[in-house]
């Protein structure tokens, strides 16, 4: 197992997620991952590195901690992963959240970066 691993997270599957502002509960990104609390590092990480990106001038803007992960779906295949994160993506736009992903998921860039 992993050091970076929560337990009550199954290894060997996938997890669509969402980034959400603690304090608001607003969705602000979707994406997939194998390992939920790792990939949260990694995007509190870049945030701090100063990366120029929307998504995290957002989380910079709440001081990177003001951001919890929500899991929103468990896959076993990247296929699945793939397919469910686009579905989540259009669904919660749908829905009128604004998420700040630099491309739709599945792969047209919606950033000129």
């Known amino acids: 197992m992993r050091d970076?691993?929560?337990?009550?997270?199954?290894?060997?599957?996938?997890y669509i997620y969402a980034l959400v502002?603690?304090?608001?509960?607003?969705?602000?990104?979707?994406g997939y991952t194998e390992n939920p609390w790792g990939r949260l590092g990694q995007h509190r990480?870049?945030?701090?590195?100063?990366?120029n990106l929307p998504l995290y001038d957002w989380i910079r803007s709440l001081s990177g901690y003001g951001v919890e992960i929500e899991i929103l779906e468990k896959v076993e295949t990247t296929d699945e992963a793939r397919n469910r994160e686009?579905?989540?993506?259009?669904?919660?736009?749908?829905?009128?959240?604004?998420l700040l992903n630099a491309a739709r998921p599945n792969g047209r860039n919606l950033l000129k970066v």
Do not use: I, Q
């Open 45 to 51: 990480s870049a945030a701090r590195s100063g990366k």
């Open 86 to 98: 686009v579905w989540w993506y259009d669904k919660l736009r749908l829905h009128g959240s604004e």
């Open 4 to 14: 970076d691993f929560v337990p009550g997270y199954e290894e060997n599957c996938f």
């Open 21 to 30: 502002c603690a304090v608001t509960g607003e969705r602000c990104y979707v």
